[in-house]
């Protein structure tokens, strides 16, 4: 499961760099890379990266309970 964690966070990192870039620069490097927001690469990136922020709430709620 821990491997599991390491893959989401680490996509959710590409993910907010993504967003990064469009928020300061209205640059979309995902959609550059895979030919537009509506190509199927793109697609797949997204929904991977939505997963990924999914399967981390799990981390995020054992974290919390690691603190107390």
Avoid: H, P, R
Wanted: aromatic share 8%; net charge positive.
């Amino acid at each position: 499961m821990k491997t599991l964690q390491i893959i989401a966070i680490t996509v959710m990192i590409i993910g907010a760099l993504n967003w990064g870039l469009i928020g300061l620069f209205n640059f979309d490097l995902v959609a550059t890379i895979f030919g537009g927001t509506a190509a199927i690469g793109s697609k797949v990136v997204y929904i991977l990266v939505g997963l990924c922020g999914l399967i981390s709430i799990k981390t995020l709620a054992e974290l919390i309970n690691d603190v107390k």
